[in-house]
């Protein structure tokens, strides 16, 4: 069964770091981009950061220089650090996976997926 779990979520003030793990079992990540995406409260889902087959990142404006995204391709896993968080970042944060064929216009996909895992969701406090 083709799956991503997605984890490390949770309450932290402004300023910290949490760092989100998507874990995917059932397929590997050859030829595969994985992004992460979000949900605030009251406003829809958009785009994060995605990281490519190749290694290649890219981040929207909103966490640039704050998130960074990677992965392990031996534990099947794509991780997100995210620093110097701010309130506007609380959401819920959804990992998925699709063909890398995007490449800088991923953030597109949010548009086109019916469904989404759990999520994790982060809360950003003042």
């Known amino acids: 069964e083709v799956q991503l779990v997605e984890s490390g979520g949770g309450l932290v003030q402004a300023g910290g770091s949490l760092r989100l793990s998507c874990a995917a079992s059932g397929f590997t990540f050859d030829g595969k981009a994985i992004a992460w995406f979000r949900q605030a409260p009251g406003k829809e889902r958009e785009g994060v950061s995605c990281?490519?087959?190749?290694?290649?990142?890219y981040y929207s404006d909103s966490v640039k220089g704050r998130f960074t995204i990677s992965k392990d391709n031996a534990k099947n896993t794509v991780y997100l650090q995210m620093n110097n968080l701010k309130p506007e970042d609380t959401a819920v944060y959804y990992c998925k996976a699709f063909p890398d064929t995007q490449g800088n216009a991923w953030y597109l996909l949010v548009h086109t997926f019916t469904t989404w895992g759990q999520g994790t969701l982060v809360t950003v406090s003042s």
């Open positions: 990281i490519s087959e190749d290694g290649t990142t």
